[in-house]
């Protein structure tokens, strides 16, 4: 529909061609894009679960038909739509309940109740920073609706957040607004959650924890803001189910990940942000985006040398199947695994004289598969286990992907699931005293990591006080 848009605004007709299952998804983003209408032709069913015998009936039934007529017929004129209320405009006045169903009758709540947004509420989140309520953050897909500190501080007030959170709330908006996320993805069929990681001195300052239990709920700091950014994703960005928000099974928010800064500090590793362009020390936001992902379960062992077997496999795993197309598919080298690993294993392996680029390249010369199965992958999931595609070895030949996967004709050499070492991500959190880890699958470039630092108020350590 975004392709559509563009050559409708070159003057160029165009139709969109669209799977039953997303006709909504496409009326909804075209109002996003500013069209009240975009012609579109309605493909049947899904095109990868039809043979080829009915794939051609369809479209000759019935959208070849619907092709023709988006082309050669001008669209009914359709009523605008009702403007919708100015930001600081009183909406609704009743009891706490009363506002509930009429913000959820709305699509503006996340199904559980949420913090009515009263100017005086709103106004204490503002307090927390030096910028202008009105000043803009960007404009977000997929309605196109424009980022403010002002909404910022209202989804704040409605998630459950402390007025003192808005920094940080602030800067996750920015990670939402910045090109390189993908934020249009967000809507995608597999239906991932965008992980909140946060580094910085604020971490102790707002109460995050980052000890037993480091994702789940229960801590309010970490579990208001993980919601703060599924309802500002409903409420500016405009994704709902049923409509753009088209996850095939999705997943409830995620809670925040707050690195454990001590034990880092203590054994030598610098923190995520400093992998993504900051200094240790640096209060920082980092946003990606992941399917799903496992435990690491009871890696034991009293080296680095023993525990990093059981790493280098659960993140091979983690990212096998559709994340591979990441790798040498779709976008080439915008896979970006991360594995978090508990105090006492990342301790282990840095008493071994690991570092975390250590770490990361173990996991680049063993988080590795065949060849062959590389390619029955890609296959699988870029076109159908039916449907031609170029192997590996053809693709380094073109020049298309680094010659690293190809470094021999073996079918059974090993490749890597990464382009380089430094694609995995490494964060340290959880029990102190647990033996386990997590591999987090990655979404790639429909989700890609973004870091923004957290601007605190000039009067930061006063207003922390009061």
């Not at 680094?402 to 890597?416: A, G, H, T």
Request: net charge negative; with cysteine.
């Amino acid at each position: 529909m975004r392709a559509a848009a563009a050559a409708e605004r070159a003057g160029i007709p165009s139709v969109s061609l669209v799977c039953e299952g997303f006709a909504g998804q496409a009326s909804s983003t075209a109002e996003g894009l500013g069209f009240t209408h975009l012609p579109v032709a309605i493909l049947p069913g899904h095109v990868n679960m039809q043979t080829y015998e009915e794939l051609k009936n369809n479209l000759l039934e019935v959208t070849a038909g619907q092709v023709v007529s988006g082309l050669s017929e001008q669209p009914e004129e359709t009523e605008d739509q009702q403007a919708e209320p100015h930001p600081s405009e009183i909406v609704f006045t009743g009891s706490f309940e009363e506002v509930n169903d009429y913000f959820y009758d709305r699509e503006w709540s996340d199904g559980l109740p949420i913090v009515p947004p009263t100017i005086d509420k709103v106004e204490q989140f503002l307090r927390f920073t030096d910028r202008k309520p009105g000043e803009l953050l960007g404009v977000l897909l997929c309605d196109r609706r424009e980022a403010t500190i002002w909404t910022v501080a209202v989804n704040g007030v409605m998630a459950g957040c402390r007025p003192e959170y808005m920094p940080v709330l602030i800067a996750i908006v920015e990670a939402l607004a910045d090109p390189g996320y993908g934020l249009e993805h967000t809507g995608n069929t597999p239906g991932p959650e965008t992980l909140i990681i946060v580094n910085g001195p604020i971490i102790k300052q707002l109460g995050f924890n980052y000890k037993q239990g480091a994702l789940r709920d229960g801590f309010r700091a970490n579990t208001s803001i993980g919601r703060f950014l599924r309802l500002y994703l409903r409420n500016v960005a405009g994704f709902l189910p049923h409509k753009t928000d088209k996850g095939t099974f999705g997943g409830t928010w995620r809670v925040v990940m707050a690195e454990n800064e001590d034990v880092l500090a203590e054994i030598g590793w610098e923190p995520l942000c400093a992998d993504m362009g900051f200094a240790a020390g640096d209060n920082v936001v980092t946003l990606a985006r992941y399917t799903g992902g496992d435990t690491i379960a009871n890696a034991s062992g009293t080296s680095a040398e023993r525990i990093m077997p059981y790493v280098a496999d659960a993140v091979l795993r983690a990212n096998l199947g559709w994340h591979l197309t990441f790798t040498c598919g779709m976008v080439v080298g915008t896979l970006r695994p991360l594995v978090a690993l508990s105090p006492l294993i990342a301790g282990t392996i840095a008493r071994s004289g690991w570092s975390k680029k250590d770490v990361r390249q173990y996991l680049f010369d063993h988080a590795r598969l065949p060849a062959h199965e590389f390619d029955k992958q890609l296959f699988q999931y870029l076109h159908g286990a039916d449907h031609p595609l170029r192997t590996l070895e053809e693709r380094v030949r073109l020049g298309e992907i680094p010659k690293l996967f190809c470094e021999s004709s073996d079918p059974n050499r090993m490749v890597p699931i990464v382009v380089k070492p430094d694609d995995f991500m490494v964060a340290v959190c959880g029990d102190p005293s647990r033996d386990n880890g997590y591999a987090f699958s990655h979404n790639g470039f429909i989700g890609y990591p973004t870091a923004k630092r957290i601007m605190l108020p000039a009067k930061w350590d006063t207003l922390l006080a009061h």
